[in-house]
Nanobody, 124 residues
Framework: QVQLVESGGGLVQAGGSLRLSCAAS????????MGWFRQAPGNERELVAR????????NYADSVKGRFTISRSNAKNMVYLLMNSLKPEDTAVYYC?????????????????WGQGTQVTVSS
């Protein structure tokens, strides 16, 4: 079964850090541009960070710029999101997905659906 698996979330105090991981079973991610999205209750899912397949280019939403860092290891078939200086407004379920890098739209045709996501909760 081809699926995306996110992990690494948890409960952290404001100002703390977390590192999220994204793995794909049954499919390589090494030739895909990838993005991290998040969805808070009552809000639409938003793209917060993206990275090209090579890892040479990255881009961030203004709300996380300077605090979050996206990276990848194609050798390990993994994508990561290091989140520093976390704020209560970062509380959300975080998802990874292949994307159209220019448009920022997810491309889930190979997976069929989003992964289960990983919950990040930041307390004040």
């Amino acid at each position: 079964q081809v699926q995306l698996v996110e992990s690494g979330g948890g409960l952290v105090q404001a100002g703390g850090s977390l590192r999220l991981s994204c793995a794909a079973s049954g499919r390589t991610l090494s030739n895909s541009n990838m993005g991290w999205f998040r969805q808070a209750p009552g809000n639409e899912r938003e793209l917060v960070a993206r990275i090209t397949w090579s890892g040479r280019s990255t881009n961030y939403a203004d709300s996380v710029k300077g605090r979050f860092t996206i990276s990848r290891s194609n050798a390990k078939n993994m994508v990561y999101l290091l989140m520093n200086s976390l704020k209560p407004e970062d509380t959300a379920v975080y998802y990874c997905a292949p994307i159209d890098y220019g448009l920022g739209n997810p491309y889930l045709a190979d997976f069929g659906s989003w992964g289960q996501g990983t919950q990040v909760t930041v307390s004040s």
